[in-house]
Structures are given as structure tokens and as C-alpha cells.
């Protein structure tokens, strides 16, 4: 499945692709994960996903390090940006697809290493009030 905006994100287009992934899992558990951004959190967004069923699960506010897909977006911009010109926004949108289109062949193995879920553990580790 393949959504794409054009313009602004905003709470009517999260609906739209909660309404999507709906409409695709026929009663599968979905469990959204999805950054602290106001426009995802508010009442229209969460009122939808319980109508829904579907879990959202906000990930913690200034982590960026839990959230795998600014790691995407990274990579996305590093191969298909940089000193790179398009002369118009089609060919623009065309190679960003394409990039995507080609996530788990071409760069499965330069993925596969930004991607990882190895994280540092602190196994005893005494937390301070400061």
C-alpha cells in the first residue's frame, strides 16, 4: 500500500491513512507508531483510531534515535538529493519513488544497517533526581 501527499500533513490526512490501513487488515491488530507531531495527537486522530482499532503508540518526545523511518528519510535524501537537480516536480517525485520502490533489492544491504534495533542497555543503572 502507497499513500502519498503532495501538500501539507495535517489531522485529516493522518484520518485519511488511518481510514486506508483500515480498510486493508480486515481485523488484523494494527499498532501505529508514529513521532509526537501535534496534528497526530489531537482528539479527531485518536477519536478515529479507537473507532478504528487501531492502537496508536507515540514514541517519546526528542527521540529521533527510536524512530527508524528519519533514518529512511536520510538515506532517501542522501540518494536521491544530493547534488542532484530536477526540473520539475514530477521527475522529482518519480525518483523518490523509485528509491523506495527498490528499499528491500538494490539497497536492502545499506538498509539493513541504518535499520538496526540494536540498542545500548544499561542493565544497573541508578537514576538520579536531579
Not at 500500500?1 to 495535517?10: E, G
Not at 533514518?71 to 536521491?80: C, P
Not at 544530493?82 to 526540473?87: A, D, L
Request: hydrophobic share 40%; charged share 20%.
Amino acid at each position: 500500500m502507497l499513500i502519498t501527499n503532495d501538500s501539507y500533513i495535517n489531522a485529516e490526512s493522518v484520518c485519511e491513512l488511518l481510514r486506508k490501513i483500515a480498510s486493508v487488515t480486515h481485523g488484523v491488530a494494527i499498532t501505529l507508531v508514529l513521532d509526537n507531531a501535534r496534528y497526530q495527537r489531537c482528539k479527531i486522530v485518536t477519536a478515529l483510531a479507537l473507532k478504528l482499532n487501531i492502537e496508536l503508540l507515540f514514541l517519546p518526545p526528542y527521540s529521533p534515535n527510536l524512530n527508524l523511518i528519519e533514518r529512511v528519510w536520510k538515506f532517501v535524501k542522501k540518494e536521491v538529493l544530493y547534488s542532484k537537480h530536477y526540473y520539475d516536480f514530477g521527475s522529482f517525485k518519480r525518483s523518490i519513488s523509485a528509491c523506495l520502490n527498490q528499499t528491500h533489492t538494490t539497497y536492502k544491504k545499506e538498509l539493513d544497517s541504518l535499520l538496526t534495533l540494536r540498542f545500548q542497555v544499561f542493565k544497573k543503572c541508578n537514576i538520579v533526581p536531579i
